[in-house]
């Protein structure tokens, strides 16, 4: 089974930037397709961005030209680079498959705030 542990949250001001990172454990990290996922308070989870075991890259309307999505395959790692940050990008962020998503990790928390 995978298991997922991202980091990098923190509170930053408006503009500011914050690099996330996810490790997967277990088998099968390599050969799906992967997204970053953000839960505001009290609601669903919302995915953010996407990337297939290729590179090939999605991302949701609120995010484009501000996030970017990679992956290093031979560490079982996902990225996520988040620049121009807005008090609305604040969330708890979680990585998962793109489809059918498993156990969710513990996420970490993003503030952004002035």
């Known amino acids: 089974q995978v298991q997922f542990v991202e980091s990098g949250g923190g509170l930053v001001q408006p503009g500011g930037s914050l690099k996330l990172s996810c490790v997967g454990s277990?088998?099968?990290?390599?050969?799906?397709?992967m997204g970053w996922y953000r839960q505001a308070p009290g609601k669903q989870h919302e995915l953010v961005a996407s990337i297939s075991p290729g590179g090939n890259t999605n991302f949701g309307g609120s995010v484009k030209d501000r996030f970017t999505i990679s992956r290093d395959n031979a560490k079982n790692t996902l990225y996520l680079q988040m620049n121009d940050l807005k008090p609305e990008d604040t969330g708890v962020y979680y990585c998962?498959?793109?489809?059918?998503?498993?156990?969710w990790g513990p996420g970490t928390q993003v503030t952004v705030s002035s």
């Open positions: 998962n498959f793109r489809y059918n998503p498993t156990t």
């Open positions: 277990g088998t099968g990290f390599s050969t799906y397709l």
